[in-house]
């Protein structure tokens, strides 16, 4: 017994020590026609299945998703949303906000922007066009 607690302790460690090791992190800037896209929401969605990994953008344009996100390399779709709150437009002044990227980025099934992530770093940047 004094022999089996030592072995079971060393077999748990080894197998901690490889948690995390394959996962993928995310970075890369933002534009809107060439220009900065200074606010918004960018999600990379599983192509096939469920997983979501999301993070602000960065009033530079930049965003990073860190290993912390557990994000898992595969094929992603991915979705850029950013508004504008205009005051005192709804019933009451509430605030309405206004896109600003365009609809067609702003779902997965719909959206033409994609990701093939490896284990490790990736980076990632997208120059959105307006349809207007």
Known sequence: MKTLVPLICVVLLFGLCGCGANVSTISGKVTLDGKILDKGDIGFHQAEGLVVSTTRINPDGS???GAEAKT???NYKVVIIANEVSIGKG??????????TPLAYSNKEQTPLKAELKVGSNEFNFDLKNTK
């Open 72 to 74: 898992l390399p595969g």
């Open 91 to 100: 019933p009451g002044n509430v605030p309405i906000p206004t896109r600003i």
């Open 63 to 65: 965003y990073t998703i």
